[in-house]
């Protein structure tokens, strides 16, 4: 199962995001963040892996600049997806706006506008 610190920390970024409920997906028991029961977040069964929609280009590059920290997720990858690995060493800052870029991608823009004016 998921580190409870590292689930910790993912929950205070994707709670602290307008609307956000953590429900899991399909039958599975590991955390995972929606928007209007749209995902934009999920982590796997292992507690190893976690999975975010990207814009154009971005899984392809992150992917190629650390191949030890993300990689493309089965079933999701062709449509944008892009996993991270949670047992790797990661930069909290980058995964923060990381997961703000998925939640952009899937929220209402209305919701979005919210968390832009966010201090």
Do not use: N
Not at 46 to 70: I, N, W, Y
Not at 81 to 92: F, K, M, N, P, Y
């Amino acid at each position: 199962m998921i580190d409870d610190e590292v689930a910790a920390r993912l929950r205070e970024i994707c709670l602290s995001l307008p609307e956000t409920v953590e429900k899991p997906f399909g039958g599975h028991t590991a955390p995972s963040f929606r928007i209007r029961d749209k995902l934009f977040l999920m982590t796997g069964e292992d507690g190893r892996t976690m999975m975010f929609k990207a814009g154009p280009g971005v899984q392809e590059a992150l992917v190629a600049s650390d191949p030890e920290r993300f990689f493309v997720p089965a079933y999701v990858g062709g449509k944008g997806w892009v996993g991270a690995r949670l047992h790797v060493e990661q930069d909290w800052d980058e995964i923060d706006e990381l997961i703000r870029d998925s939640y952009r991608l899937i929220a209402p823009k209305r919701l979005v506008a919210l968390m832009d004016r966010e201090p």
